[in-house]
């Protein structure tokens, strides 16, 4: 119970990039999964789910998972290293150390920032424990060179006379550490430079030198160490994720300084990413490549060293029952690859949709298919961009990346995403409050990129026209009774349809990409916000006059069933208006309002129930107001914060049942919350 409220997943499974699996060596069946911009997350074996662990956190910078480390001396310790962007803007990074395997951390602040998800996410692991002293822990930066904690990671120096100090030639700096056979005191560093590219010390981090012989001309993704000595290393030309032309493996052998291109075909086109040797057989290695779109990219499996490969995505079974949306292709932006210490047949790789997994890879070494299947129960990673809970128990959404879905049960996955047409970004969606069957969403797509429903978003059509051919994405508003919509495409001024989309009329008396919000009750009405001012239109947004202006520039919401109720959340506050926009206040007590949305009234009111994620009396949570914004009650509380909140500003209430309420975050999904 948090807050009062019982909070879960509106169940997708997946649907952003897993960027890296870390296995602890010495205790079996304990795993992590790190993503870019949705957190890290703890394998339940028994459960069979994924248990998120940065939950707690506030700061949304700490969603970024740039590496795992798993302490094999004592399992129990886990260290993250956190940070979303390098940006000027972005908060410096941060470390965050558990010692009861995620359940609870602590924090270290870096002086510096870190980059999860920017070029380069799937590279790593850039965080690494010395297996001689499981005090001591290196971490590779992307501009700031290689740092070190001699103190379980409570604090950190950079280590002196490492060669790279900055990130200037590739913008990812150093992309992996590995440590050389036990007892050697050897450790490598990958460094994102076409010309030097492999650093090793042989004295436990004391003088470092570049690695003789090594391949030049590309970038190190992943190096892993074989039982044997060896060491793997998978190369692309650019960091990736996106734009990979070219890429090779090597293997370099210590004990006589040999190197050998052991790529399993030429990568001419694409590259080889992810890279696991299975601890149990040092001549097994795995490899993945990265960027081949044609016919597919693909998974190599080798048991002599990289001598000989087989290609496993033609004989691969697939049931993509648990993320149905996937489909059955292998998958792409193949960055992260783990083969099991303790079970040569179990094998997971990440790809840009969530993951896959199989119990059976070793069935290939006999000329048997392998089977695999989307293990991903727990690991929510979309960005949400929108969500519309129209009367009848549906929930649809519009979410990056992966378009989005209706929801008749929130506790199951969907059978499939929306129908066509297919967007990659559902960018806007909306209803007709009076018609709530009637639902539009606009976004971006290879095929049309507007569409509308008529069944509550159970199947959807194409709009035959567009207000701008080029254009796409914007925002949507259908006005109450579902004749006129309005669409403001990308960079584009405000369009009018009222048949459905097949032909439109520019708007008049907005500036270009100013979004439009349908009056919940009156059917010609139309409000926007641009630049403080509050616009309206009554003739069904064909023309827009001002009606006040000194007003924050945020997000503009309409209640429904009531003509003339607006809300304005803003980084400042909550404003509010009843007179169609003539007049606002501003509601005491509040003093940043990310999202509002509307739900059912409570018992006994008369006016919807408000939710809001922001700032009130000086706490930041999600909240809920039962009178119209006298009194607000938090209803999140500090385990469960969801990076503030939410980051992408979307919540909206239960229209059928009082206190439910749907959170869109920024990389966690969709979240709803019920009083316990």
Do not use: C
């Amino acid at each position: 119970m948090r807050g009062g409220y019982s909070w879960r997943n509106v169940q997708i499974a997946g649907g952003g990039f897993v960027t890296g699996f870390v296995f602890n060596p010495s205790r079996k069946g304990l795993l992590y999964a790190r993503t870019d911009m949705g957190g890290a997350y703890r394998w339940d074996g028994g459960a069979g789910q994924w248990v998120p662990l940065t939950d707690w956190a506030a700061d949304w910078n700490l969603y970024g998972i740039e590496s795992v480390a798993t302490d094999p001396a004592d399992p129990d310790r886990l260290y993250l290293a956190t940070g979303t962007y390098t940006n000027d803007w972005a908060g410096n990074g941060a470390i965050l150390r558990s010692t009861d395997q995620g359940r609870t951390f602590q924090r270290t602040d870096l002086p510096f920032k870190l980059g999860s998800n920017e070029d380069g996410r799937s590279m790593g692991e850039r965080l690494a424990i010395d297996p001689a002293d499981h005090r001591t822990l290196y971490l590779g930066t992307r501009e700031n060179g290689l740092w070190r904690s001699t103190d379980f990671g409570v604090t950190w120096n950079q280590v002196p006379g490492f060669p790279v100090t900055d990130g200037a030639s590739s913008g990812v700096g150093l992309s992996f550490v590995t440590f050389g056979p036990a007892g050697s005191r050897t450790i490598y560093v990958g460094a994102a430079d076409k010309t030097t590219s492999l650093y090793r010390s042989t004295d436990g981090g004391a003088g470092w030198q570049a690695v003789p012989g090594q391949h030049t001309g590309q970038l190190p993704q992943h190096g892993v160490l074989s039982g044997d000595g060896s060491l793997y290393v998978s190369y692309t030309d650019v960091p990736g994720p996106n734009g990979v032309k070219a890429g090779s493996v090597w293997k370099y052998t210590p004990s006589t300084g040999a190197w050998k291109d052991v790529s399993p075909v030429s990568g001419d086109g694409f590259g080889f990413a992810g890279l696991a040797v299975d601890p149990q057989h040092p001549a097994t290695v795995m490899v993945t490549t990265l960027d081949r779109w044609w016919p597919s990219d693909e998974l190599y499996r080798s048991t002599d060293g990289g001598a000989t490969w087989k290609a496993l995505g033609a004989t691969s079974v697939r049931d993509a029952s648990g993320a149905p949306y996937v489909g059955t292709g292998i998958g792409h932006w193949m960055g992260a690859l783990a083969l099991d210490p303790f079970d040569s047949g179990h094998v997971l790789y990440g790809t840009g949709s969530g993951l896959w997994a199989s119990n059976d890879v070793t069935a290939a070494d006999r000329g048997g298919a392998t089977h695999w299947t989307v293990p991903a129960k727990g690991l929510e990673e979309t960005a949400v961009l929108g969500l519309v809970a129209p009367p009848g128990g549906k929930l649809v959404s519009a979410l990056g990346d992966v378009g989005g879905f209706r929801h008749d049960d929130l506790d199951k996955v969907p059978a499939a995403a929306s129908s066509g047409p297919r967007f990659s970004n559902t960018t806007g969606i909306d209803f007709a409050q009076a018609k709530p069957d009637v639902v539009v969403r606009v976004g971006y797509s290879d095929q049309a990129r507007g569409a509308y429903s008529t069944d509550g978003g159970a199947t959807w059509r194409p709009f035959s026209g567009s207000p701008v051919s080029a254009a796409g994405g914007g925002s949507v508003a259908i006005s109450a009774d579902g004749a006129t919509v309005v669409w403001t495409a990308a960079g584009q001024v405000p369009a009018v349809s009222t048949d459905r989309g097949a032909t439109w009329t520019a708007s008049a008396g907005l500036p270009k990409g100013t979004a439009v919000v349908a009056d919940r009750a009156a059917a010609g009405t139309f409000y926007a916000l641009s630049g403080g001012t509050l616009f309206a239109s009554t003739d069904g947004g064909r023309s827009f006059t001002a009606r006040a202006g000194g007003l924050p520039g945020g997000h503009l919401e309409a209640v429904p069933g009531l003509t003339g109720d607006l809300w304005i959340a803003d980084g400042g506050g909550l404003w509010h208006s009843t007179d169609g926009g003539a007049g606002f206040r501003r509601l005491d007590g509040v003093q940043a309002a990310g999202a509002v949305g509307f739900g059912k009234s409570a018992p006994g009111a008369s006016y919807p129930a408000v939710y809001l994620v922001g700032t009130v009396n000086g706490v930041t949570g999600i909240f809920r107001s039962a009178d119209g914004g006298g009194a607000w009650k938090r209803i999140n509380d500090d385990r469960h914060q969801y990076g503030g909140g939410a980051g992408s500003g979307v919540i909206t209430g239960d229209p059928d049942v009082y206190g439910r309420v749907y959170v869109g975050t920024n990389g966690r999904g969709v979240l709803y919350g019920e009083p316990a």
